[in-house]
């Protein structure tokens, strides 16, 4: 449903993860504050829990971006369609997985 996304010309971008190394959270703590910095109309939607929560946590403090990233925790199975429903572009950062169930859901 189209609707439950911000208007342009905001972008987001949602990703729906266990917060793992090998699901690439380490490549998300890099690419979110240079994405952030050079496209300003561009927000981050991450959902999900996991031992590298801490990572993104700090980041978002780090380069204050506070407003930009929503960390939502853990998503229960049957709510994750509303949150991809809320972004623009789903991004999946996992080191194993070239196609995994999520792509799918998206």
């Given at each position: 449903?189209?609707?439950?996304?911000?208007?342009?010309?905001?972008?987001?971008?949602?990703?729906?993860?266990?917060?793992?190394?090998?699901?690439?959270?380490?490549?998300?703590?890099?690419?979110?504050?240079?994405?952030?910095?050079?496209?300003?109309?561009?927000?981050?939607?991450?959902?999900?829990?996991?031992?590298?929560?801490?990572?993104?946590?700090?980041?978002?403090?780090?380069?204050?971006?506070?407003?930009?990233?929503?960390?939502?925790?853990?998503?229960?199975?049957?709510?994750?369609?509303?949150?991809?429903?809320?972004?623009?572009?789903?991004?999946n950062?996992?080191?194993?997985?070239?196609f995994?169930?999520?792509?799918?859901?998206?």
């Amino acid at each position: 449903d189209p609707s439950k996304r911000p208007p342009p010309p905001t972008m987001s971008v949602v990703v729906v993860s266990r917060l793992t190394y090998r699901k690439g959270v380490d490549l998300l703590v890099d690419v979110v504050p240079e994405i952030c910095h050079s496209h300003p109309h561009v927000n981050w939607i991450i959902g999900g829990d996991g031992p590298k929560r801490l990572l993104l946590e700090e980041m978002i403090e780090r380069e204050r971006l506070h407003d930009r990233v929503e960390l939502l925790g853990s998503v229960p199975h049957d709510r994750v369609r509303d949150v991809l429903v809320r972004g623009h572009v789903f991004l999946n950062t996992s080191l194993t997985e070239a196609f995994c169930i999520a792509i799918v859901e998206a």
